[in-house]
């Protein structure tokens, strides 16, 4: 992989995370780290860096938040051979006007009175970084490589980009 500069750019975060649906939003809890597979709600990503996620209000997300705020969110794009890794602070806003604009159908499977329901709670994960790995190369070529690495001993190398996108 090929590291590359860190930027202050959403957009490249968001480019690489758009077609990703569903991101792994991982928590403390008192017995350790909890993962929850949660749909990003976003239909882009503002300057303000944040990304948006329905979950009940009276859920275990909502309660442990509350104690500590820190989160990362993992996104895996196998087709696209693009994973990220966002770093940041999670909590649940009210802005009714905001979950009407991002209410969903789908949406509507878990918050059965639409955007009005009063469990349907907003969480805002305010990131402060975000790394990310993105290989451009074919599965053929990457499979010669790893090959050829396991045959040579030496690991394989420009398989990618990796990079950091910083927002703070």
């Known amino acids: 992989m090929t590291q590359t500069p860190i930027t202050r750019d959403p957009g490249k975060l968001w480019d690489l995370i758009k077609g990703?649906?569903?991101?792994?939003?991982?928590?403390?809890?008192e017995?350790?780290?909890?993962?929850?597979?949660?749909?990003?709600?976003?239909?882009h990503l503002d300057d303000?860096?944040?990304l948006y996620f329905f979950v009940p209000k009276n859920g275990e997300i909502a309660r442990h938040l509350v104690h500590d705020a820190s989160v990362n969110v993992a996104y895996a794009n196998t087709d696209d051979d693009t994973y990220v890794s966002v770093t940041g602070h999670a909590k649940l806003i009210e802005d009714p006007a905001l979950?009407?604009?991002?209410?969903?159908?789908?949406?509507?499977?878990?918050f059965p009175e639409g955007a009005k329901d009063p469990n349907l709670g907003l969480l805002a994960v305010e990131i402060s970084s975000?790394?990310?790995?993105?290989?451009?190369?074919?599965?053929?070529?990457?499979?010669?490589?790893?090959?050829?690495?396991?045959?040579?001993?030496?690991?394989?190398?420009?398989?990618?980009?990796?990079g950091r996108v910083v927002m703070n």
């Open 20 to 29: 990703t649906r569903f991101g792994m939003l991982t928590h403390r809890h």
């Open 31 to 43: 017995d350790g780290l909890h993962s929850h597979p949660l749909t990003t709600q976003n239909k």
């Open 48 to 50: 303000d860096g944040r």
């Open 99 to 110: 979950k009407e604009s991002l209410f969903t159908t789908m949406a509507k499977a878990w």
């Open 130 to 162: 975000a790394d990310y790995w993105n290989v451009d190369e074919s599965k053929a070529t990457q499979l010669f490589k790893m090959a050829r690495a396991a045959v040579t001993g030496k690991p394989p190398t420009d398989l990618g980009e990796h």
